[in-house]
C-alpha cells in the first residue's frame, strides 16, 4: 500500500510542477507551500485508493481459497470457478478450461500434476496482479486529473490578477485561498485598501527601501585609529606552490577547473576547504591606511536590513475607519516581509499587549486572523507597548529593524526612562515611522520619529 501512495504522491507533484511553474517563478507561490497543498489533498484522498483492494477483493479470495485446498479438493473447486473464471478472463488471459483438461489427464499428487498446480496458481496471480495494477493506475490518474483542475483553476486565477501591474495581488489571492471564509473576505477588503491609500504606497517605498552598498555599519569601540592593511608584494618572487584560497594566486590549472561547467562544483568544494593550488611568495608588503573617522573594527560590516516591528493601537479611538487603514497597513508590512525576506514582530496594544510574530505572511496570516476579523475596542497602553517594542529592538536579532507606530497619539508622554529608550533608539540608527491618526496627537511621538504620515 506504501508503494501506491508514494506513486500517487509522486503524480501529484508532477502535475503541480506542471500548473504551478510560471507562479513559483514569480515569487507568487512557495515550493513548501505547493508541497504542503499536495499533503493535504493526498490525506483526503488516499483513503479511495482503499478501493483498489476493495474491487478485487472477491477474486483475491478466491484465489487464496483454492490455493489453500488439498490435491483431492483442488479440482473440484477449480471447476466450481470455471464459470467465474470465464466471465472475468478471456481465453488467451487465461484458460481455465484448458488447464482443467491437463491435470484430469495427469494423476493428482504426481511430480508433473504439482508442476503444473504450481504454474497454474502463478499465472492466475499475475493476470489478478496486472488487472489490479492497472485499475490502480486509472484510478490514481482519475484522482490526479480532479487535482489538475483544481490547481488550474487556481493558477488562472492567480495569474488573471496581476495583469493590472498590481505585484502583490498573486500573492495575496494565494494566501486568501488558503484561508477561512471569514478571513478571505476580509482581506479582499483590505486588499482594496492597499490599493488606494497613498500612505500605504508611501509606507512600502520608506520600509522597503534598499540600504545602498556604499553605506556600512560599524561595530562600536572606545578609540579611532588608523587602518593597516597587508598587501602580497610582486608576483616576482615566488618561492613555491601551496594550498590556499587566494584567488589573486592561483595556478593555471585551476582557472581551467574554474572556467569548465563540469569541475566548477569542485573547484568550489576545494576553494571552501582552502587546499586550491596556489603560489606562494617571499615577502609581503605593510601598507599604513588613512585615519578612518569611525569607531569601529579596522574592517566595517555591511549594513543589513533586519525585521519590522509594528505597534498598532487597537483600542477603541481606532475603531471605523482607522481601523481599516491601519489593517491594511499592517497586511501591507507583511507583504513587505515576505519579499524582502525579513521577520515581522506586530505588536497588539489597548488595555492589554498581544505581540505576533512571523517569518512569512503564509504563517502569520492564521496568527493574525483575530487581529483582522474583530473590532478595536477598550483602552490604551501604550507604554507597555513601547517598553515590549523598545526591548525587541535592543536584542541582537531585531538590531537593524524598522519601528512602525499605528495609532491616534491622543496619549500621555512615556515617563523619563521610556523617553531615554527611544532617544538611544533613534542615535543607534533604527529606522522610525509612524501613521498618525488622531485629530491632536501627542507631539513627542511625532518628533522622535524619522518620518510620521498624518491621517485625519
Same mark, same amino acid.
Given at each position: 500500500?506504501?508503494?501506491?501512495?508514494?506513486?500517487? #504522491?509522486? =503524480?501529484?507533484?508532477?502535475?503541480?510542477? *506542471?500548473?504551478?511553474?510560471?507562479?513559483?517563478?514569480?515569487?507568487?507561490?512557495? /515550493?513548501?507551500? %505547493?508541497?504542503? *497543498? +499536495?499533503?493535504?489533498?493526498?490525506? =483526503?484522498?488516499?483513503?479511495?485508493?482503499?478501493?483498489?483492494?476493495?474491487?478485487?477483493?472477491?477474486?483475491?479470495?478466491?484465489?487464496?481459497?483454492?490455493?489453500?485446498?488439498?490435491?483431492?479438493?483442488?479440482?473440484?473447486?477449480?471447476?466450481?470457478?470455471?464459470?467465474?473464471?470465464?466471465?472475468?478472463?478471456?481465453?488467451?488471459?487465461?484458460?481455465?478450461?484448458?488447464?482443467?483438461? !491437463?491435470?484430469?489427464?495427469?494423476?493428482?499428487?504426481?511430480?508433473?500434476?504439482?508442476?503444473?498446480?504450481?504454474?497454474?496458481?502463478?499465472?492466475?496471480?499475475?493476470?489478478?496482479?496486472?488487472?489490479?495494477?492497472?485499475?490502480?493506475? @486509472?484510478?490514481?490518474?482519475?484522482?490526479?486529473?480532479?487535482?489538475?483542475?483544481?490547481?488550474?483553476?487556481?493558477?488562472?486565477?492567480?495569474?488573471?490578477?496581476?495583469?493590472?501591474?498590481? $505585484?502583490?495581488?498573486? =500573492?495575496?489571492?494565494?494566501?486568501?485561498?488558503?484561508?477561512?471564509? *471569514?478571513?478571505?473576505?476580509?482581506?479582499?477588503?483590505?486588499?482594496? @485598501?492597499?490599493?488606494?491609500?497613498?500612505?500605504?504606497?508611501?509606507?512600502?517605498?520608506?520600509?522597503?527601501?534598499?540600504?545602498?552598498?556604499?553605506?556600512?555599519?560599524?561595530?562600536?569601540?572606545?578609540?579611532?585609529?588608523? !587602518?593597516? /592593511?597587508?598587501?602580497?608584494?610582486?608576483?616576482?618572487? @615566488?618561492?613555491?606552490?601551496?594550498?590556499?584560497?587566494?584567488?589573486?594566486?592561483?595556478?593555471?590549472?585551476?582557472?581551467?577547473?574554474?572556467?569548465?561547467?563540469?569541475?566548477?562544483?569542485?573547484?568550489?568544494?576545494? &576553494?571552501?576547504?582552502?587546499?586550491?593550488?596556489?603560489?606562494?611568495?617571499?615577502?609581503?608588503?605593510?601598507?599604513?591606511?588613512?585615519? /578612518?573617522?569611525?569607531?569601529?573594527?579596522?574592517?566595517?560590516?555591511?549594513?543589513?536590513?533586519?525585521?519590522?516591528? %509594528?505597534?498598532? $493601537?487597537?483600542?477603541?479611538?481606532?475603531?471605523?475607519?482607522?481601523? $481599516?487603514?491601519?489593517?491594511? @497597513?499592517?497586511?501591507?508590512?507583511?507583504?513587505?516581509?515576505?519579499?524582502?525576506?525579513?521577520?515581522?514582530? %506586530?505588536?497588539?496594544?489597548?488595555?492589554?499587549?498581544?505581540?505576533?510574530?512571523?517569518?512569512?505572511?503564509?504563517?502569520?496570516?492564521?496568527?493574525?486572523?483575530?487581529?483582522?476579523?474583530?473590532?478595536?475596542?477598550?483602552?490604551?497602553?501604550?507604554?507597555?507597548? !513601547?517598553?515590549?517594542?523598545?526591548?525587541?529592538?535592543? /536584542?541582537?536579532? &531585531?538590531?537593524?529593524?524598522?519601528?512602525?507606530?499605528?495609532?491616534?497619539?491622543? %496619549? *500621555?508622554?512615556?515617563?523619563?526612562?521610556?523617553?531615554?529608550?527611544?532617544?538611544?533608539?533613534?542615535?543607534?540608527?533604527?529606522?522610525?515611522?509612524?501613521?498618525?491618526?488622531?485629530? #491632536?496627537?501627542? $507631539?513627542? &511621538?511625532?518628533? +522622535?520619529?524619522?518620518?510620521?504620515?498624518?491621517?485625519?
Amino acid at each position: 500500500m506504501e508503494d501506491l501512495y508514494t506513486l500517487f #504522491r509522486n =503524480r501529484l507533484r508532477a502535475c503541480a510542477a *506542471e500548473v504551478y511553474a510560471p507562479l513559483l517563478a514569480s515569487g507568487a507561490v512557495r /515550493t513548501s507551500e %505547493v508541497e504542503e *497543498e +499536495i499533503e493535504r489533498y493526498h490525506a =483526503r484522498r488516499r483513503a479511495g485508493l482503499q478501493e483498489v483492494y476493495s474491487f478485487y477483493g472477491e477474486q483475491w479470495d478466491a484465489f487464496y481459497r483454492v490455493k489453500a485446498t488439498q490435491d483431492a479438493g483442488f479440482l473440484s473447486e477449480l471447476g466450481r470457478l470455471n464459470r467465474a473464471f470465464s466471465a472475468r478472463y478471456d481465453s488467451c488471459e487465461l484458460n481455465v478450461d484448458y488447464y482443467l483438461q !491437463l491435470f484430469r489427464s495427469m494423476s493428482a499428487g504426481s511430480w508433473p500434476w504439482n508442476t503444473l498446480r504450481h504454474l497454474f496458481e502463478e499465472r492466475w496471480e499475475k493476470a489478478l496482479s496486472d488487472r489490479e495494477y492497472n485499475y490502480q493506475l @486509472i484510478h490514481i490518474e482519475q484522482l490526479c486529473a480532479d487535482y489538475y483542475r483544481i490547481v488550474r483553476q487556481t493558477a488562472e486565477k492567480l495569474a488573471n490578477c496581476g495583469r493590472k501591474g498590481d $505585484d502583490t495581488a498573486p =500573492r495575496l489571492e494565494w494566501l486568501q485561498s488558503k484561508q477561512t471564509p *471569514e478571513l478571505r473576505k476580509r482581506l479582499r477588503e483590505l486588499a482594496l @485598501i492597499l490599493k488606494r491609500n497613498p500612505i500605504v504606497r508611501e509606507l512600502n517605498a520608506r520600509l522597503g527601501r534598499q540600504t545602498p552598498l556604499g553605506q556600512k555599519r560599524y561595530k562600536a569601540l572606545n578609540d579611532k585609529h588608523s !587602518l593597516h /592593511t597587508i598587501k602580497r608584494s610582486s608576483p616576482s618572487d @615566488i618561492t613555491g606552490v601551496k594550498e590556499g584560497d587566494n584567488l589573486n594566486a592561483l595556478l593555471p590549472l585551476e582557472y581551467a577547473y574554474m572556467a569548465d561547467t563540469v569541475l566548477h562544483p569542485f573547484f568550489l568544494k576545494r &576553494y571552501t576547504e582552502k587546499t586550491l593550488q596556489v603560489f606562494e611568495v617571499a615577502s609581503q608588503v605593510t601598507e599604513r591606511g588613512k585615519a /578612518t573617522p569611525h569607531s569601529g573594527n579596522d574592517t566595517p560590516n555591511p549594513s543589513m536590513q533586519g525585521p519590522f516591528v %509594528v505597534c498598532v $493601537d487597537s483600542s477603541g479611538s481606532m475603531a471605523g475607519v482607522r481601523e $481599516d487603514i491601519a489593517k491594511a @497597513i499592517v497586511l501591507s508590512v507583511g507583504l513587505l516581509s515576505e519579499q524582502t525576506g525579513r521577520r515581522c514582530r %506586530v505588536i497588539l496594544f489597548s488595555d492589554q499587549t498581544e505581540t505576533v510574530e512571523f517569518g512569512s505572511l503564509y504563517e502569520g496570516l492564521p496568527l493574525l486572523s483575530e487581529f483582522f476579523c474583530r473590532s478595536f475596542h477598550g483602552g490604551t497602553d501604550v507604554q507597555t507597548a !513601547l517598553t515590549e517594542a523598545v526591548a525587541s529592538l535592543w /536584542t541582537a536579532d &531585531y538590531a537593524y529593524a524598522d519601528l512602525l507606530i499605528l495609532s491616534d497619539f491622543e %496619549v *500621555e508622554t512615556p515617563d523619563e526612562v521610556g523617553q531615554s529608550r527611544l532617544k538611544e533608539l533613534k542615535e543607534k540608527g533604527v529606522g522610525m515611522y509612524a501613521v498618525a491618526f488622531g485629530r #491632536r496627537p501627542n $507631539d513627542f &511621538y511625532l518628533n +522622535i520619529v524619522d518620518k510620521y504620515w498624518m491621517y485625519k
